[in-house]
């Protein structure tokens, strides 16, 4: 069964750090991706690896998250630094066969974790 099962989350005070886990099992995907979506807003793309490494940011976290993976655990990790009220959601992993920031175009998702962090 394909699945993805994120950890990590929690509660931190701004400037503070989080390293959040999603754990890829039933086949490998060429793309693993962050999105996150606050309350009332619509989900919104943060960071994406592909199947050549290539990492693609989302303006609004470059210079303080950083997304890498380990292809033997077929995991994705998202490390967020400097983190900002405005960074309070929750954070999902994706899967899908390319990098775009559209949530439509990925296959599978995993069931969340919530990041919330306090001023």
């Known amino acids: 069964q394909e699945q993805l099962v994120e950890s990590g989350g929690g509660l931190v005070q701004a400037g503070g750090s989080l390293r959040l886990s999603c754990a890829a099992s039933?086949?490998?995907?060429?793309?693993m991706a962050w999105f996150r979506q606050a309350p009332g807003k619509e989900r919104e793309f943060v960071a994406a690896?592909?199947?050549?490494?290539?990492?693609t940011y989302s303006d609004f976290v470059k210079g303080r998250f950083t997304c890498s993976k380990d292809n033997a655990k077929n995991t994705v990790y998202l490390q967020m630094n400097s983190l900002k009220p405005e960074d309070t959601a929750v954070y999902y992993c994706?899967?899908?066969?390319?990098?775009?920031?559209?949530?439509?175009?990925?296959?599978?998702w995993g069931q969340g974790t919530q990041v919330t962090v306090s001023s």
């Open positions: 690896v592909n199947w050549y490494d290539a990492i």
């Open positions: 039933g086949r490998t995907f060429s793309t």
């Open positions: 994706a899967a899908g066969s390319r990098v775009t920031t559209s949530p439509r175009f990925y296959d599978l």
